[in-house]
């Protein structure tokens, strides 16, 4: 379609866009282009930054999650190794070598063949343990000594007072006997005795043979 102007020339140079409005538009939309271009890549750059440390900051943390709960479990076998330890020190200051007593005993019993001093055997031994910690363990053997002395059950006794294993005995049961009558044996007379033998408690107990 044609279209024609009728309006004078100088009114029509009127409607013309002046070089600076437009240059300035021009200008002002290329800065608010590169402004919102400039805010898009600083903000998509840090908000990219920011997840980045978000994300090693959580990985930091699972890892201090890990020692911490690795930290407590030491912690927790630390202290179940000090109870441990303790218990087994406790033990180690009451502890004697019951062999070592059982030995001495059997010394006492066998007297070097010293059979004119005493002849003495054993049927039975039966050892209990305190009923608190004040009381110390006691050991009771029914036994005899061949003959009809009474002076063989003394002398038995002064052999056991005189073992190193005495020094742990509180009180002992006093030198008495009963004549037994065995004709099967030669000679037939025996003394029947128990011996029993009172501990002292075992913090008290002196280590026999360290």
């Not at 538009?25 to 898009?40: K, R």
């Not at 059979?115 to 910690?133: E, I, L, P, Q």
Request: proline share 5%; glycine share 6%; hydrophobic share 35%.
């Amino acid at each position: 379609m044609i279209r024609i102007n009728l309006l004078p020339e100088d009114l029509r140079r009127a409607e013309r866009t002046s070089p600076k409005v437009f240059a300035a538009t021009v200008l002002s939309v290329i800065v608010c282009c590169c402004t919102l271009g400039w805010f898009g890549y600083v903000y998509l750059g840090e908000l990219q930054q920011l997840e980045m440390e978000a994300s090693r900051t959580t990985e930091q943390l699972g890892s201090l999650k890990e020692r911490v709960a690795y930290h407590d479990a030491l912690q927790s076998e630390a202290k179940d190794f000090e109870q441990r330890k303790s218990t087994i020190q406790e033990i180690g200051k009451s502890r004697v070598l019951w062999t070592k007593i059982f030995d001495e005993v059997i010394d006492v019993v066998n007297n070097d063949g010293d059979v004119d001093r005493h002849r003495s055997w054993f049927r039975s031994m039966t050892v209990k343990d305190g009923k608190n910690a004040k009381e110390g363990p006691t050991i009771s053997m029914p036994g005899w000594v061949q003959g009809e002395a009474f002076r063989s059950v003394g002398d038995f006794h002064e052999d056991v007072a005189r073992a190193p294993f005495y020094r742990n005995i509180k009180t002992k049961s006093v030198p008495t006997g009963k004549r037994i009558d065995d004709p099967t044996r030669k000679p037939s007379e025996s003394l029947f005795f128990t011996l029993d033998l009172d501990f002292q408690p075992p913090e008290k107990w002196v280590h026999v043979g360290k």
